[in-house]
T-cell receptor, first 112, second 110 residues
Framework: GQQLNQSPQSMFIQEGEDVSMNCTSS?????WLWYKQDPGEGPVLLIA?????ELTSNGRLTAQFGITRKDSFLNISASIPSDVGIYFC????????????FGKGTRLSVIA | EADIYQTPRYLVIGTGKKITLECSQT?????MYWYQQDPGMELHLIHY???????EKGDLSSESTVSRIRTEHFPLTLESARPSHTSQYLC?????????FGAGTRLSVL
């Protein structure tokens, strides 16, 4: 089945630093989604990507759909304490008739 | 803003009890999902539905069951809860390639 490798598994950074995380797939995807989950809550969609090479921003967040269609990355600039949480990537490899494949998450801790 | 609701948010029950976790969405989405997640860990798909009267098992084997009698409603039932069922259960629905999650139900079985 489809597999997503998300890295790093966890990160400890200083407030104000930039953060980068990525996901790679064993197969070609046609959609990439990035979510953030706060403790005790459900994941919230941050950015959706639909075209190879697409670069999309949402405030301090920027995500890109890799040219090979097998990877995506998420950058957070100038991190703040409220960026703490788990970030999940998710991909879709067909027209949408199968469930999304999720990465195992990147756990971000921000030290003030 | 996602219009998907889960109740209860928290549930503490004794072993052997039957429970139903509720999930409703007002977006008219056909596709709905249930995930099981231990704190801070990855998401495991346990059930999904493509529409009314459609239910499928997910990647993680689960003793729970689901039903889809109405588009907006996708409840999950445990006939006899056990401590191993202690976890967070997340419901989601999807429309046009965007999937929205509910806030989750944190279940503790004593």
């Amino acid at each position: 089945g489809q597999q997503l490798n998300q890295s790093p598994q966890s990160m400890f950074i200083q407030e104000g630093e930039d953060v980068s995380m990525n996901c790679t797939s064993s197969s070609i995807f046609n959609t990439w989604l990035w979510y953030k989950q706060d403790p005790g809550e459900g994941p919230v969609l941050l950015i959706a990507l639909y075209k190879a090479g697409e670069l999309t921003s949402n405030g301090r967040l920027t995500a890109q759909f890799g040219i090979t269609r097998k990877d995506s990355f998420l950058n957070i600039s100038a991190s703040i304490p409220s960026d703490v949480g788990i970030y999940f990537c998710a991909g879709q490899w067909n027209s949408g008739n199968t469930p999304l494949v999720f990465g195992k998450g990147t756990r971000l801790s921000v030290i003030a | 803003e996602a219009d998907i609701y889960q109740t209860p948010r928290y549930l503490v029950i004794g072993t052997g009890k039957k429970i139903t976790l509720e999930c409703s969405q007002t977006m008219g989405h056909d596709k709905m999902y249930w995930y099981q997640q231990d704190p801070g860990m990855e998401l495991h798909l346990i059930h999904y539905s493509y529409g009314v009267n459609s239910t499928e098992k997910g990647d993680l084997s689960s003793e729970s069951t689901v039903s889809r009698i109405r588009t907006e409603h996708f409840p999950l039932t445990l006939e006899s809860a056990r401590p191993s069922h202690t976890s967070q259960y997340l419901c989601a629905s999807r429309g046009w390639n965007i999937q929205y999650f509910g806030a989750g139900t944190r279940l503790s079985v004593l």
